[in-house]
């Protein structure tokens, strides 16, 4: 959630000072915005600091590597997240 969202903005080297939350009891991310709506979900917050960090082909660069980084995002939102211990997500990522 908002702690890996943080990491990511440290590793992209982005400037600290989002302000990151969640909502809702699955703990949905969201990250708070000066200009504009918040932007909500781990997904989109993940590939609008990638393209904040001029980072785009972390995403992909053709249609098929995009489609295949997008996959991996949604596997890791609905699979990994509901992981209950270390060893379910240890075999899930296997």
Do not use: F, M
């Not at 600091?49 to 980072?55: D, E, G, N, T, Y």
């Amino acid at each position: 959630g908002p702690e890996e969202l943080a990491l990511l903005e440290k590793l992209l080297g982005l400037p600290k000072g989002n302000k990151y939350g969640v909502q809702g009891e699955r703990k949905v991310p969201v990250l708070q915005t000066n200009n504009g709506p918040g932007l909500t979900g781990l997904i989109t917050i993940a590939a609008h600091l990638v393209k904040r960090a001029k980072k785009d082909q972390l995403l992909g660069s053709t249609a098929e590597e995009k489609a295949v980084v997008q996959q991996w995002l949604e596997y890791r939102v609905t699979q990994v997240d509901g992981c209950s211990s270390k060893e379910d997500t240890r075999l899930i990522l296997k």
